[in-house]
């Protein structure tokens, strides 16, 4: 199997990476990925990526599976038990509710944390090989993979928009 060849851009400063992001999206290089301390709306704005938010979706999907769940349990519970109601309606309607919220919340709270997990593709047991600590802390990185014959424009190409250090990796 081939080596996957990749070059990662280390940069100082947002603005550095930002145009950076920019000027390699003129030329035509594919980014792989975009490393930061922290969120950075600039940096999604430059490589055009839209801000989906997609966490609300697991939150939507729990929220109306726990109403459901709770509508569902306080139905079959009233069913089950068959009690003698006097004409009221064999299945209560308001009494309903107080199960259906509490599973609305509990689930959606546990959806959304799930979707945490898979949205950051949590957890990471180890750091890919071209993760660099400083990445986590004051320093920003772009990685891009490319062939042995794109190698050194790739590598050239950070350099002249910034980079303070560029680094070759073989995964």
């Known amino acids: ?28 290089v594919p980014i792989e990925a975009v490393y930061s301390p922290m969120r950075v709306r ?4 430059a490589l055009g990526e839209p801000v989906l938010g997609l966490g609300r979706f ?4 729990g929220g109306i599976l726990g109403v459901l769940t709770g509508i569902f349990l306080a139905w079959y519970t009233a069913a089950q038990w ?26 959606a709270v546990l959806f959304t944390l799930a979707g945490l997990l898979f949205l950051n593709r949590m957890p990471k047991m180890r750091l890919p090989a071209h993760y660099d600590k400083r ?37």
């Open 1 to 28: 199997m081939a080596k996957k060849l990749a070059v990662v851009g280390i940069f100082a400063y947002l603005n550095e990476v930002v145009s950076a992001v920019e000027g390699l999206r003129k030329q035509k």
């Open 42 to 45: 600039e940096i999604r704005e």
């Open 58 to 61: 697991f939150t939507l999907t």
């Open 82 to 107: 068959r009690f003698i109601v006097g004409g009221k309606p064999p299945i209560p309607v308001i009494p309903t509710v107080i199960p259906a919220f509490e599973f609305l919340i509990l689930i």
């Open 135 to 171: 990445f986590s802390q004051d320093r920003f990185g772009i990685l891009v993979y490319c062939t042995d014959a794109d190698l050194e424009s790739v590598s050239s190409i950070l350099k002249n928009l910034g980079a303070e250090e560029v680094r070759r990796i073989e995964e």
